[in-house]
Every structure is written in structure tokens, then in C-alpha cells.
């Protein structure tokens, strides 16, 4: 089953379920009873890879509920380096 999107005039965008390549030109709305006309739209063939995607809902997550902290985040010790090479040409504090 694929899911097609219409849009009805006096209403708003519906989506109905169809057989692929079963889906009719048009559909009565299920509101109002008018005639829905199918939208085309771009399939969502793209996968996000799972880091962006847990990245991009934590964000999403944080803007309304922020995470609560327990505690200050760790520092590094006063004499640790990086491990990169291009650090080392760096002024000491």
C-alpha cells in the first residue's frame, strides 16, 4: 500500500492509501464530500544516516524541553595537550 496525497479546495491536504498504481485522479473529500485532486509530491527515497537523525531530533527535542544538567561538564587537566600534531606549534598558557 502507498500513501497518496490530494487536496481538497474547500478544505485542507488529505493522504488515503491505495494499491500501487491503483490511485485514482481524484477522491471525494472525507470533510466536506467535494472532490480531492491527487498531489504530486517527491518520494522520500533518501535515508538519513542515524546519527544525523538522532542528532537533528535531539535538537528538535531541545528546543522546547531543555535537558536538565546535573552536573558542569569535565575539563581537561591544566597540563594536557591535545594529541594533534598541528597543537603543538600552539602558545602554552
Given amino acids: 500500500m502507498a500513501i497518496y496525497g ?10 488515503v492509501a491505495f494499491p500501487i498504481g491503483t490511485a485514482p485522479a481524484d477522491v471525494p473529500c472525507p470533510d466536506c464530500g467535494a472532490i480531492s485532486v491527487r498531489v504530486f ?3 522520500m527515497l533518501a535515508r538519513t544516516p542515524a546519527a544525523v537523525s538522532a542528532q537533528s531530533q535531539r535538537a528538535e527535542r531541545s528546543a522546547s524541553e531543555p535537558e536538565v544538567v546535573t552536573s558542569l561538564p569535565r575539563r ?7 594529541a594533534h600534531p598541528a ?3 600552539l602558545p602554552r598558557p
Fill in 87 to 89: 597543537t603543538r606549534r
Fill in 41 to 43: 509530491s517527491t518520494p
Fill in 76 to 82: 581537561r587537566a591544566a597540563g594536557a595537550v591535545a
Fill in 6 to 15: 490530494y487536496r481538497c479546495s474547500h478544505c485542507s491536504e488529505i493522504e
